[in-house]
């Protein structure tokens, strides 16, 4: 069992930045990837990064590219991520989960949420136009 818990979210300017943790505890955080999605108001979750064990290779969606990076501390059990230029279209619940198949991790099923093993609750990010 892992426990996930977001912080960081809140409102913000277009143009300004955020970053989001997702500090874990529980099982050894190294054991897993890490993802964040994102869920916005009438619309169906979708990936936004995700991070391997060893934090060597990351996946970005396309609309997030250059703009947001996603890191590890394995040492703090704690995955980031540094959201810049935001956008009101980024608007939505965060949520970091993580990945414990290391044999089923793919470009695909990084990005596929029923891959993962846990969730945490989200975190609230609203960006104003």
């Known amino acids: 069992q892992v426990q996930l818990v977001e912080s960081g979210g809140g409102l913000v300017q277009a143009g300004g930045s955020l970053r989001l943790s997702c500090a874990a505890s529980?099982?050894?955080?190294?054991?897993?990837?890490m993802g964040w999605f994102r869920q916005a108001p009438g619309k169906e979750r979708e990936f936004v990064a995700a991070?391997?064990?060893?934090?060597?290779?990351?996946y970005y969606r396309d609309s997030v590219k250059g703009r947001f990076t996603i890191s590890r501390d394995n040492a703090k059990n704690t995955v980031y991520l540094q959201m810049n230029s935001l956008k009101p279209e980024d608007t939505a619940v965060y949520s970091c989960?993580?990945?414990?198949?290391?044999?089923?991790?793919?470009?695909?099923?990084?990005?596929?949420?029923?891959?993962?093993?846990?969730w945490g609750q989200g975190t609230q990010v609203t960006v104003s136009s």
């Open positions: 991070i391997n064990w060893g934090g060597t290779s990351t």
């Open positions: 989960a993580c990945f414990s198949n290391k044999r089923a991790w793919t470009v695909v099923t990084a990005r596929t949420p029923p891959m993962y093993d846990y």
């Open positions: 529980g099982r050894t955080f190294s054991s897993y990837a």
